[in-house]
């Protein structure tokens, strides 16, 4: 479990983010962007352990010492261990018939919609 992570939290655009959550996307987006598969391949478990129990002991880790694969393998870690689903349950089943428009622009298009009903 990624304990107390909810309460340690990081804002410096306006929005209340868990740190690990806030310090993982950015990374991601700075270092993994060019990553092919970048949430799809998976980082190596024991980093990705290490890593998360930094963050269990309310640590800050030097993600630079890790691959992008391995931050964002804790990324997909921490969402999937959320006592609740991002997208919300309600919500779930429309954001999956969005994915399976038939074009990208429909696809895009309905996505967005749908996160303006989000909480």
């Known amino acids: 479990l990624f304990r107390s992570l909810a309460e340690r939290t ?8 868990p740190a690990v959550f806030r310090e993982c996307v950015d990374f991601v987006e700075k270092h993994g962007m060019k990553c092919e598969g970048i949430y799809r391949v998976s980082g190596i478990k024991s980093k990705v352990d290490e890593l998360k129990a930094i963050y269990d002991r309310e640590e800050s880790p030097n993600l630079e010492d ?10 997909k870690q ?8 991002v997208l919300t349950r309600e919500l779930m089943p429309r954001f ?11 696809r895009v298009q309905e996505c967005q919609r749908l996160l303006t009903d989000l909480p």
Do not use: F, H, K, Q
Request: charged content about 30%.
């Open 96 to 106: 999956e018939e969005a994915c399976g428009r038939s074009s990208d622009s429909e």
């Open 78 to 85: 921490y969402l999937r261990e959320l006592p609740e689903n």
């Open 10 to 17: 990081m804002m410096y655009d306006g929005i209340r983010l």
């Open 66 to 75: 890790y691959e992008p694969n391995t931050v964002a393998s804790l990324l």
